[in-house]
């Protein structure tokens, strides 16, 4: 595997439903984010992790819940989730978290029923 | 509010000429901007970066930055089809995590 990789890629689930999503970089890299990506808008910040320390909540509500257990993996855990939480989620990571280009895997297509 | 502004478009160009891209941003203090390219379905990929004033060549690929005047362009020499893609701008503010991106340009170029 190479780049950034993350599972699954399509997931549909109940709003009573827990899952999660898994994202895994093979490049070296010591920092790791979560975008949302909705139709129309700008792609949204919602959890960076540097040396698996948690630097930012972008006001993110508590039904997502990130996990870092080391610099390669990168987790969102999904709970009571609503029909306007039904998107693209990004994983990116970069080299820091300061000036670095960063480089996407390729989604996790969720619907919320 | 720091934000960063594209055109949405679409921008139809034909096939082989220059297409022009264009981004502004508000926060003076960026530091460091970059150009995605993200086809449909798909997630961005990173095209170009550029952190100093001036243009920055890359194959097909030109960036311009003017940071006095805060906007940031994307030249496409010779587009091909394939270059139909929506473009994304980003924005990284000096010494933060805090990227913020433009909504996308969308290009089409007809053969």
């Known amino acids: 595997e190479t780049g950034v990789t993350q ?17 895994e970089q093979h490049l070296g890299h010591n920092a790791m984010y979560w975008y949302k990506q909705s139709a129309k808008k700008p792609l949204e910040l919602m ?16 039904r997502f ?3 870092c257990p080391n610099s390669s993996h990168l987790f969102l855990h ?12 990004l994983c990116a990571s970069s080299q820091d978290v300061s000036y670095n280009e960063q480089f996407f895997g390729p989604g996790t297509r969720l619907t919320v029923l | 509010q720091k934000e960063v502004e594209q055109n ?35 997630s961005p990929e990173l095209i170009m970066s550029i952190y100093s004033n001036g243009d920055k060549e890359d194959g097909r690929f030109t960036a311009q930055l003017n940071k006095a005047s805060q906007y940031v362009s994307l030249l496409i020499r010779d587009s091909q089809p ?15 995590y805090k990227y913020i991106f433009g909504t996308g340009t969308r290009l089409k170029v007809l053969a």
């Open chain 1, 7 to 23: 599972t699954p890629r399509h997931l549909v689930m109940g709003m009573t439903n827990k899952k999660s999503l898994k994202c």
């Open chain 1, 47 to 62: 959890f960076v992790y540097s040396l698996e320390e948690r630097v930012e909540n972008n006001s993110v509500p508590s």
């Open chain 1, 65 to 67: 819940s990130p996990e």
């Open chain 1, 78 to 89: 999904l709970h009571t989730l609503q029909p306007e939480d039904s998107a693209l989620y």
């Open chain 2, 8 to 42: 949405s478009g679409p921008l139809s160009v034909p096939e082989g000429a220059i297409a022009s891209l264009n981004c502004t941003y508000s926060d003076r203090g960026s530091q460091s901007f970059f150009w995605y390219r993200q086809y449909s379905g798909k």
């Open chain 2, 82 to 96: 394939s270059d139909s893609a929506t473009y994304l701008c980003a924005v990284n503010m000096g010494g933060t």
